[in-house]
């Protein structure tokens, strides 16, 4: 006999939404959720299966035995099995032991709301309550106003099983991120942090990018109480919390979603829209009700539970196309004939809809790589509803041209202008990630053609470039101090290499970025329109130099911008300006503080010989392999 009292945490309405798909707060009612019931204290336990035949809790507490707590299937053809469990409290660990109806098969799954889950490679969930005090108050009061698209914006990507390793080269912890972690982001001026996948997943060489715990922070370092202490830690210091999530697909471990009942629940049944071959994983049903409410839930739990301040939402592309990495007949049109996925494309407009709806000051970022039109426009207006888009183009192009011999640069200066023919079609993030520093693509520092001295003026250059042009901006970690190997998920980064004075440079001017960004109104108030950007002239390509004009709303703020591509110091300039009055420099790639030679600009006179379609005109030294910033 079963030891499951009929409990339920679910009301009619609950239900009604649920298979609607508008049930945004499910993390509340599935899963395990410590109760009382008739002065008992136990575990409620909740679980969608609606093939199954028969559903069980097991578990130390009962030995594992399929047969101790079966629980109870509501009526309401909810497909959700329930049941009170007396005297399981916080810490057991518990899996779903399901008999499906399809012949009979039997799987035994991981809790797919559980909010924390046992460390790898073990597999089961752990019945938990994540208590804690919220200090971030203030931060949350006017978020909105940090967090805003007219604000600076600059954000330091991490691993966290990479960043640093402790003595004995374990992983740090979250209560040690929090302190070291968290005073380095400072330091070094970033405004927001964005962790890559800490959701629960069971294989390291993913990355994250493959959950099996997608309401669980990692048990790697440590628990989901101390998970919160970090993201608390670094509102108090005024820095965002931005997550990777992934609701582009998931993997076929045992204990996760895939076949969860015995059937196709989560996935799509038919391969070609549910299986992904490029990262052999499976493909959510981006069709099915429940299957919506339960993405749309765990997005808004991270909001919710854990304070965060926005999504980057992983491999936007390969959600939006029927066609995303397949050949010819591998894939079926859509009704209406073309490649567009009309189901997820509908999900992801309801899921920012939900997002911004519910809460205020938050972003969702799209790693999108495709044109697909209006990604960040609004949904009311035909978009997709993002609040920012990666610009791989941009990414690609430029990384492109640095990667040239100084020599050659002048016949591509199109690499570097043309993104400025398309950088105002939507809110862009210019990210160098992670993706950009593996798999034989070496290091930021190492892309860079030259000798050693070239390389690092060519990635101040680059640091310099990025921050002046239009959009907000995103580094990976290492590469804010030149470091030299390809990340390695396994290895903590090359701090050591801080005793050098090129590297120690290269972290200091990146520094000095971030807080000029963060004190320039012109840098960041007009970052998504064309008012807040004006050439004096891109057509210089013999000398492989830019110049133009960064805007905000105040004209006293405007920057002039010049940087010069080549090793050869381009001495006597001359830029026109577009107004009179008293002009200085305010940063110089060049300064021999970050590992430059000194070729700075200490006076700078206005001329009346016109230049460049202005009256006025100034003359300055743009070093070599340099840029200059004037105000």
Request: glycine residues 8%.
């Amino acid at each position: 006999m079963s030891n499951v009292t009929v409990h339920s945490l679910f009301s009619d309405f609950d239900i009604s939404l649920f298979k609607s798909g508008k049930h945004y707060r499910l993390y509340e009612k599935l899963g395990s959720h410590i109760v009382e019931v008739d002065g008992v204290e136990g575990t409620y336990f909740a679980v969608w299966a609606p093939t199954a035949k028969s559903v069980s809790v097991v578990g130390n507490f009962n030995g594992w035995n399929v047969d101790e707590h079966k629980l109870n299937v509501r009526w309401d053809s909810s497909g959700i099995w329930e049941g009170f469990i007396p005297n399981v409290g916080k810490g057991e660990i518990y899996k779903y032991k399901i008999q499906s109806n399809n012949n009979d098969i039997w799987t035994e799954k991981a809790d797919p709301f559980a909010r924390y889950c046992e460390q790898p490679p073990k597999t089961a969930s752990i019945v938990w309550t994540a208590d804690h005090r919220w200090n971030d108050k203030a931060w949350m009061g006017y978020r909105k106003d940090k967090n805003g698209l007219d604000k600076p914006y600059s954000v330091y990507e991490v691993h966290l099983g990479s960043w640093k390793k402790n003595a004995e080269n374990k992983f740090l912890t979250y209560k040690e991120f929090a302190n070291d972690l968290v005073s380095y982001v400072k330091e070094m001026g970033y405004t927001h942090v964005e962790f890559m996948p800490i959701m629960e997943y069971p294989y390291d060489p993913s990355w994250g990018y493959q959950l099996t715990g997608y309401f669980a922070p990692t048990s790697r370092f440590g628990s989901p109480e101390e998970f919160k202490l970090l993201v608390d830690t670094f509102h108090q210091n005024d820095i965002g919390v931005i997550l990777d999530w992934v609701p582009s697909h998931f993997p076929e471990d045992a204990h996760g979603l895939g076949f969860f009942d015995g059937s196709h629940l989560y996935e799509h049944p038919d391969r070609k829209k549910g299986y992904h071959t490029d990262w052999k994983s499976l493909i959510f049903n981006y069709g099915r009700n429940e299957v919506r409410a339960f993405l749309i839930s765990n997005a808004l739990f991270w909001l919710d539970e854990f304070h965060v301040d926005g999504l980057r939402v992983d491999a936007v592309a390969s959600m939006l196309y029927l066609d995303y990495s397949r050949e010819e007949g591998e894939w079926e049109p859509n009704i209406y004939g073309n490649n567009e996925n009309l189901e997820a494309i509908s999900f992801i407009r309801e899921l920012n809809e939900a997002v911004y709806s519910n809460y205020d000051g938050v972003q969702t970022i799209a790693e999108e790589s495709t044109a697909f039109s209006g990604v960040t426009r609004a949904v009311e207006y035909g978009g997709l509803g993002f609040g920012m888009k990666w610009m791989m183009g941009w990414m690609h192009d430029t990384l492109k041209y640095f990667k040239k011999e100084s020599i050659y640069r002048r016949h591509h200066q199109n690499d570097l202008t043309f993104s400025l023919t398309y950088a105002f079609t939507e809110h862009f993030m210019l990210p160098f990630s992670h993706d950009e520093v593996v798999y034989g693509k070496q290091s930021l520092v190492y892309r860079m053609p030259g000798d050693e001295w070239q390389r690092f003026a060519n990635l101040r250059l680059l640091f310099g470039y990025m921050f002046t042009h239009p959009g907000t901006k995103l580094t990976f970690m290492g590469g804010e101090f030149g470091q030299t190997s390809e990340w390695n998920f396994e290895q903590s980064l090359d701090w050591h290499l801080l005793q050098y004075d090129g590297h120690a440079g290269i972290q200091d001017f990146v520094k000095d970025l971030n807080h000029l960004y963060k004190n320039s109104p012109a840098l960041y108030e007009k970052q998504f329109s064309p008012e807040g950007f004006q050439w004096i002239d891109y057509s210089d390509h013999e000398n492989s130099i830019l110049t133009y004009v960064r805007k905000g709303h105040n004209p006293e703020n405007d920057l002039i911008i010049a940087c010069n591509f080549t090793p050869v110091p381009r001495e006597n300039y001359r830029i026109g300006i577009p107004k009179k009055g008293k002009i200085k420099e305010i940063l110089n790639s060049d300064d021999k503080k970050y590992g430059g030679g000194g070729n700075l600009n200490s006076s700078i006179k206005t001329s009346t010989q016109s230049s460049h379609g202005h009256k006025k005109s100034i003359e300055i030294t743009i070093p070599p392999l340099g840029i200059v910033i004037l105000k």
